[in-house]
């Protein structure tokens, strides 16, 4: 069901790229970014409370609170820039840059949580840095 779930992820996120492109017109956009945070954070807590899983807060470890804090702030910091970009560009050229962050990501889970490469992933990542430099230059 992973895939599912990431398939999901994806269609949102392509969605919320063409809304938010939209919804930043004429507004600063870290007053649009943190209009979205207050939606998120409302959600996030809503989702949490009505499946219960504020009886287990109690569960997470100061290694946990650290990291997804640290999580948070690059989150935080990815949206600030993914709308300030959306705001100078357009869609098609900052939505296939921001997805360089999948070659990213491979690239640190393998450089900091050991993560094994193997020929497949390697060219996929590839596949994607090369497909995101086609379509900039579009």
Do not use: C
Not at 30 to 53: C, D, E, H, K, M
Not at 80 to 97: D, H, I, K, N, T
């Amino acid at each position: 069901m992973w895939w599912l779930y990431a398939l999901l992820s994806a269609f949102f996120a392509a969605l919320t790229a063409v809304l938010a492109k939209v919804g930043i017109k004429g507004v600063d956009s870290n007053l649009a970014t943190a209009v979205r945070a207050v939606v998120i954070l409302l959600l996030a807590w809503s989702i949490v409370y009505f499946r219960g899983g504020l009886a287990e807060i109690h569960t997470l470890t100061h290694n946990n609170l650290l990291f997804l804090v640290l999580s948070g702030l690059a989150t935080g910091l990815s949206w600030v820039f993914y709308f300030r970009a959306l705001q100078l560009g357009q869609v098609s050229q900052v939505a296939p840059v921001d997805k360089l962050s999948v070659a990213l990501a491979i690239i640190l889970s393998v450089v900091f949580l050991g993560e094994k490469l193997t020929w497949q992933t390697a060219l996929g990542a590839g596949l994607i840095i090369a497909g995101s430099l086609v379509l900039v230059r579009a």
